[in-house]
């Protein structure tokens, strides 16, 4: 493969590819082979354009299997959408209504929200994490990427901090 092309200090660097919604600890191989990927080792998450809840579930991969660094380019945002329109229809009154009336409005919102819950899950999970468009408008509407890495152990257990934050999440959901 590619790293067998480039040789010397890449000899190591292993690519994995597959759906992350079905994957398992075979994923990792059976600690038998030269090949094989130790458990929770895993060093780098790259996941672009994952659509819809595949963002979500390569996120929650990387975090379980204590990646050092996880980077993201978010596609579609369909889970939260449906939820953000029944609000809008039932609550006429609400402050954003005349906002959230207009579909794509509540389409630019969805994703605004869904993607800052990933930052903010992130964060409650030990990484330093940052939100940023990487390309510009005028090539792709989907232009956030969402990159973490993991924060020394002192700093990520902040008990104060990561109370503050789970009590923001829960009253976003």
């Given at each position: ?18 759906d ?41 991969f ?29 609550n ?37 994490t ?44």
């Amino acid at each position: 493969g590619i790293t067998d092309d480039l040789g010397g200090e890449f000899s190591s660097l292993r690519f994995i590819e597959g759906d992350i919604g079905n994957t398992d600890d075979a994923l990792f191989g059976d600690d038998s082979g030269s090949d094989s990927i130790a458990k929770n080792t895993l060093d780098i998450l790259i996941a672009l354009h994952a659509c819809d809840t595949a963002t979500d579930d390569s996120i929650w991969f990387a975090i379980q299997n204590n990646a050092d660094i996880i980077v993201t380019a978010p596609c579609c945002h369909h889970q939260l959408r449906p939820q953000i329109d029944r609000h809008s229809n039932k609550n006429p009154d609400h402050p954003l209504a005349d906002i959230l009336c207009h579909a794509i409005y509540r389409e630019r919102s969805t994703e605004t929200t869904t993607d800052a819950m990933r930052a903010l899950l992130l964060e409650i999970a030990g990484y330093n994490t940052q939100v940023f468009e990487f390309i510009g408008g005028e090539h792709t509407a989907k232009n956030v990427m969402i990159t973490a890495t993991k924060m020394e152990a002192k700093l990520a257990d902040d008990n104060e901090r990561l109370i503050k934050k789970r009590k923001r999440l829960i009253e976003l959901a």
